[in-house]
């Protein structure tokens, strides 16, 4: 399995950013997918996934943040608007099991919201 999320970038805060990730190795639809980040210093934080069709959002991602997948072309997506300077971290996109642990995630991408 290779996951490559891509997108990240500098933001002021207010700004949207839209993430990518890019998944090998599997059959897509047939995968738990999701999203998390991490910023220096800080625990691994829960972003969003789709489990089972079925969408979830950490608290700090819902109202701002939308994810979604394209099977036709292996590829998650996560809309980040409303970002704000707590948003700061790097983002990985992952495999997640049944039992929500974080199974495979690639190279992250960062990013940064800052005026």
């Known amino acids: 399995v290779q996951l490559q999320a891509s997108g990240g970038g500098l933001v002021q805060p207010g700004g949207s950013l839209r993430l990518s990730c890019a998944a090998s190795?599997?059959?897509?639809?047939?995968?738990?997918l999701g999203w998390f980040r991490q910023a220096p210093g800080k625990e691994r934080e829960f972003v969003a996934a789709i489990k089972w069709s079925v969408v979830y959002y950490g608290d700090s991602a819902k109202g701002r943040f939308t994810t979604s997948g394209d099977n036709a072309k292996n590829t998650l997506y996560l809309q980040m608007n409303s970002l704000k300077p707590e948003d700061t971290a790097v983002y990985y996109c992952a495999t997640i099991t049944s039992g929500w642990h974080y199974a495979s995630w690639g190279q992250g991408t960062q990013v940064t919201v800052s005026s």
């Open positions: 190795g599997l059959t897509f639809n047939s995968y738990a």
